[in-house]
């Protein structure tokens, strides 16, 4: 496993964790700017921000700081209650392939939806196996162009108390079924994004992670599991903070030959209190001492 106490040159920051700073957002271009004073080479970055700043301005920024995108948040959310919902997600999610070439995104990462609807209070059906069927045909879509545009996309399985509303894969053993079944010749253009928060629970993760495998490991991400959770989506904890064996994790992960980035993802919004520096200097420091 590789040594991350003495440089933090393999950590990347998803600019969701310094998405606010007290209490107040934080534009995309001063989250890049910080991120140089700190020394981080990679960011993920997530497309709302991206939006607001410009994507021809972000990828300007990306480029004279010298960074790289350990991935680019995010595609998904394939379901819909009829086929202009499903050609409207088809069409978005093209989008998000264009602008993850554009920032020249290692991979594209997908959170793939649950029912539709259900995020906003209203499910539009309640059949979870019918929105299992939509995300697997929707990925099957948008591999076809993904492959085009040579953009790896990585199913993200979400914790199961997301099943509902934001992703209704929830296991890595169910995200490589779907790798497996679109892509059985194991290509590498899609495969899956490992992230500890939602997956540190599940009895197959070593196993899965060795049937992943090199080429299916496509993004590594690092938090931690606060107990009590006060809040289900934004109340991760910093790294050191919580109950999740992370080193343990990265183990199995690199024993299959991943040599990429530990993505640092926090939404927390006890972090989102400090001070923008404050939060990466603890960035960098845990992911030295506890990574
Ligand atoms: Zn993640």
């Given amino acids: 496993m590789r040594d991350f106490s003495n440089d933090h040159s393999w950590m990347s920051i998803n600019t969701a964790t310094v998405r606010k700073a007290q209490g ?9 700017d910080a991120c140089a004073r700190h020394q981080i080479r990679a960011i993920s970055p997530w497309r709302d921000q991206v939006a607001a700043a410009g994507l021809q301005a972000v990828s300007r920024a990306v480029r004279s700081h010298g960074l790289a995108l350990s991935g680019y948040c995010r595609g998904g959310m394939f379901t819909a209650v009829d086929d202009e919902g499903l050609a409207r997600a088809r069409d978005d999610n093209r989008r998000a392939v264009d602008e993850a070439c554009e920032l020249n995104a290692a991979c594209l990462v997908l959170v793939v939806g649950g029912l539709p609807g259900a995020l906003e209070g209203k499910a539009g059906y309640h059949d979870l196996a019918h929105a ?4 697997t045909e929707g990925i099957g879509q948008l591999l076809e162009y993904a492959r085009e545009r040579k953009m790896p996309i990585a199913i993200e399985p979400l914790h199961p108390m997301y099943a509902a509303d934001r992703a209704c894969i929830n296991t890595l053993e169910q995200a490589l079924d779907v790798c497996d079944l679109l892509d059985p010749a194991g290509t590498g253009d899609i495969g899956v994004a490992v992230d500890l928060y939602h997956v540190w629970w599940d009895p197959k993760l070593q196993a899965q992670i060795e049937r992943a495998g090199k080429r299916r490991l496509l993004a590594f991400h690092v938090c931690d599991w606060l ?11 910093m790294m050191g903070d919580g109950v999740i064996e992370i080193p343990k994790v990265r ?5 299959q030959g991943f040599s990429g980035y530990s993505e640092v993802e926090i939404f927390s919004s ?3 209190s400090r001070d923008t520096d404050d939060i990466l200097r603890t960035c960098v420091e845990r992911h030295r001492t506890v990574v």
């Avoid at 107040?24 to 890049?32: A, G, S, W």
């Avoid at 299992?132 to 995300?135: K, Y």
């Avoid at 107990?227 to 904890?237: E, H, I, K, Q, S």
């Avoid at 183990?251 to 024993?255: H, K």
Wanted: aromatic residues 10%; negative net charge.
């Fill in 24 to 32: 107040k957002e934080v534009p995309l271009l001063d989250i890049l």
């Fill in 227 to 237: 107990t009590p959770t006060t809040d289900l989506l934004n109340d991760r904890g």
């Fill in 251 to 255: 183990a199995w992960v690199e024993s």
């Fill in 270 to 272: 006890r972090w989102w």
């Fill in 132 to 135: 299992r069927g939509q995300v």
